[in-house]
């Protein structure tokens, strides 16, 4: 049984380009939440999505987006990349009908330039 | 929002030692409080959680204990080894479900 995984594992940006991230949640998990994590951060809720809509949201700009797909897997878009966007993107799935624990992936880390 | 405020932010014990994080968090609303572990370049694991309706749990050396009233929770490792190095984050949530707040991280590092 396959945990959270991600992709890519690195990426490199510019300033001002546009990045799309990946996560495919745990077997039999549902709802999948991003995080940001900042180097010696702890991770920051961005948003998470559930039945392919967005129910919570972070104190994140709208140039954070998000979408879930009939497969539950999830994609974090980010337009418009600053520099202190460069952090690791944390993808975490969980279940609503087993306890919705949260299982983090490996993350991917985004550098902007 | 919920904040959440962990100490201390490093942490250093020798082998065998019992081991103390304590963090608070400000909604009175949040039930519950999961503790993830978080080795260098690897992903938060979850390893012990807690939910309002219980004051204390534990897993081996491992607990955790609550205290709603004053709207702290702890984590305890006993007998600790190498091996348990590395960062713990505390969080808090409205719900399991939801989003999780964490603590900025306590580096621990045990010494042999």
């Known amino acids: 049984d396959a945990g959270v995984t991600q992709s890519p594992t690195h990426l490199i940006k510019t300033r001002g380009q546009q990045v799309t991230l990946r996560c495919s949640p745990k077997?039999?998990?549902?709802?999948v939440s991003w995080y940001q994590q900042a180097l010696g951060q702890g991770p920051q809720f961005i948003f998470q999505y559930y039945e392919e809509e967005e129910r919570q949201r972070g104190n994140f700009p709208d140039r954070f987006s998000g979408h879930q797909f009939p497969n539950y897997s999830s994609e974090l878009n980010v337009n418009a990349l600053l520099l202190g966007d460069s952090a690791l993107y944390l993808c975490?799935?969980?279940?609503?009908?087993?306890?919705?624990?949260?299982?983090f992936g490996p993350g991917t880390r985004l550098t902007v330039l | 929002g919920e904040n959440v405020e962990q100490h201390p932010s490093t942490l250093s014990v020798q082998e065998g030692d019992s081991a103390v994080i304590k963090c608070t968090y400000s909604?009175?609303?949040?039930?519950?409080f999961p503790w993830y572990k978080q080795e260098l370049g690897k992903r938060p694991q979850l390893i012990i959680d807690i939910r309002s309706n219980v004051g204390e749990k534990k897993d081996q050396r491992i607990a955790v204990t609550l205290n709603k009233t004053a709207k702290h929770f702890s984590l305890h490792i006993t007998e600790t080894q190498p091996e348990d190095s590395a960062v713990y984050f505390c969080a808090a949530s409205r719900n399991s479900g939801y989003a999780l707040n964490f603590g900025k991280g306590t580096s621990l590092l045990v010494t042999p």
């Open positions: 975490a799935s969980s279940s609503s009908s087993r306890g919705n624990e949260q299982f």
């Open positions: 077997s039999g998990h549902d709802t």
């Open positions: 909604d009175s609303a949040s039930n519950y």
